[in-house]
């Protein structure tokens, strides 16, 4: 089986017959394949840019759902689109550890371009490192994206006001969950699949369909309390969710109970929060399907002086006062 | 001594404590500071874009001359300055070791901005993941950069063209050696120091003085050999440079016939190969300062066929054939 060497990551020729024989084989295209240390994207018109970057250091490598390679493409293309960007172009980074396996680089390439194409991003430029055996976890990968915001969209996590909606555009803790079933953490078999996939396509839909979009957000680590409160911290409000509105699949609810997880903590891939005015529901609905749902509203705006709130009526009717995420559930879920 | 802890990477209360404590007060801007999921940077002028991505994994972090937050400023901003594009915005994201000490996060992060100013350039998103202890090496870094690509300036390893002078912005090899020394690789002191460095204000400045300049290209990884012998298969171009031409200081010479170290083969954070129409070379050294030095020509066109070849032409006047770097001398330079 052919492995990774330091060779690979040397700059000279092993390198390169790398990076042609291997990479640009599967991610190919014009800009790449230039192979100039920068990439060169012509003729923007003039409007704002977005960038993003995310490093993935996930374990297991390969899951249910997804692997590594998706997640390098969604997260990134999916943080593009919460400002209602379109995804442009992407950067690719691997730090690779000798000894790691050739085969499942060519496996993690092709998720890649799976996800690119879905997302329909091109990679237009890269870099490769190699890492002694022992000091990185077979592959870490960065991407890094830029798109372009179309002219009167404004959404922002800042954007948030009293009386707006807030939904959800599907169930929560797959991805979390996936990812612990799959390091042994529970001793059953589920179904659960990490619900990984580029979102910016129906982000393109939702903003051509309506105005009345104001915040996009996606729940990945931290889950979706931490996001909620972190807009409640932007935009200085309060927010006020209901705990049986949300929607969390039955067996992603049983290993919670099981294993004392809390869903509004659990990371996801392929959702998103979204905050709009009343009235855009029903865009939501048509775009991101009948899972989506409406889970809360903006309160009114925080007091001077308080920190904004995020609260939560509980299934028994209480009231619970809900913080970002105090302490790790599960490590590297992406 | 407080170190790393799973928790700063968990999405939660402290990664953005440990965010808005420690990273923001370091790499402040408003575009950072507005914390979204996206960096939005506004009023593009309609023009080309660069982009350009590198992982920095250096050992050790810390050597004479700079370290991995200086290196992966300049890394970055060189390669888009091989463009001619002005860097525009950086991404910065971290991949901590658990146990990794906050005070070498500070003082990495102190080189990033001293490095960030000098080059003129905003870091405007960035990422951190923790993993656990034995999965990193202390810190690796990834930095994603995109610059605009003035009017008129069309600068690419596809451009050399018969004829043609080749230059050297100055001495090389300090960098590979200086990290060399560092590691203990060698018995005896030496003074010399990475020449890490930002030289996209330099590119700036050359490329207002003449429309001369056809290829920039930083020898970094696979050294000055590699680096021609890229530009000649891009060109499709033979390149003649001369061994007694290439500037080398001293020490740097010594180290490398004491150990057998090739300096074409080695490493540099702040030197260019600049290839130029006949008749710019004093604009080179107006900018570069006195060390720069031409050291050869570019050939005929390759025939058919065949490979172009870099032919170098040694000190006792024999020609040798020069490939890309075979066999890594020292990993994780950079």
Redesign the interface.
């Known amino acids: 089986m052919e492995t990774i060497r ?2 690979h ?8 017959n790398f990076i042609s024989n291997t990479i640009l084989k599967k991610l190919g295209n014009p800009v790449l394949e ?24 996930v374990s297991p490598l390969f899951f249910k759902g997804g692997d590594i390679g998706r997640l390098s493409v969604c997260g990134t293309v999916n ?2 689109a ?2 209602g ?1 379109v995804p442009y ?1 992407l ?5 690779l550890e000798e000894g790691f396996p050739l085969a499942k680089i060519e496996k993690i390439l092709d998720s890649i371009a799976v996800a690119a194409k879905e997302a329909d991003v091109k990679i ?4 490769t ?4 055996r ?4 077979g592959i ?1 990968i ?1 991407t ?1 994206g ?2 372009f ?1 179309p002219e009167n969209v404004n959404i ?3 954007n948030a006001a009293p009386g707006d909606i807030v939904m959800l555009t599907g169930p929560i803790g797959n991805h979390e969950i996936t990812m612990l079933v799959e390091r042994g953490g529970i001793d059953f078999e589920t179904s659960i699949e990490s619900d990984a996939a580029p979102l910016n396509k129906k982000v393109e839909s939702l903003l051509k369909k309506t105005d009345g979009i104001r915040v996009i ?2 729940p ?4 979706l309390a ?1 996001a909620l409160k ?1 807009i409640c911290d ?1 935009s200085m409000v309060n927010i006020e969710i209901r705990e049986e509105d949300i929607p969390v699949d039955p067996e992603v609810e049983s290993v919670c109970e099981f294993i004392g997880y809390d869903p509004v ?1 659990l ?1 996801n891939e392929g959702k998103y929060i979204i905050i709009l005015k009343e009235g855009s529901e029903n865009h939501v609905i048509d775009v991101f399907g009948n899972e989506s749902a409406v889970i809360g509203r903006i309160g009114k705006m925080s007091e001077a002086g308080k920190p904004p709130e995020l609260i939560m009526e509980t299934e028994s009717g209480g009231k619970r006062r809900l ?6 559930q599960l ?2 879920i992406c």
Do not use: Q
């Open positions: 330091l060779n990551g040397s700059g000279g020729r092993e390198m390169h230039k192979f100039d240390d920068s990439a060169v994207m012509a003729n923007l018109k003039n409007t704002r840019i977005a960038m993003t970057t995310d490093s993935y250091v943080d593009l919460t400002s960007a172009a950067s690719l980074s691997f730090i237009v430029t890269g870099d490192k190699v890492v002694e022992g000091k990185g976890d870490y960065n890094c830029i798109g915001i922002s996590t800042h957000k996606d990945t680590r931290g889950g931490s972190e932007h903590y990371a913080g970002m995420l105090e302490t790790i490590p590297r």
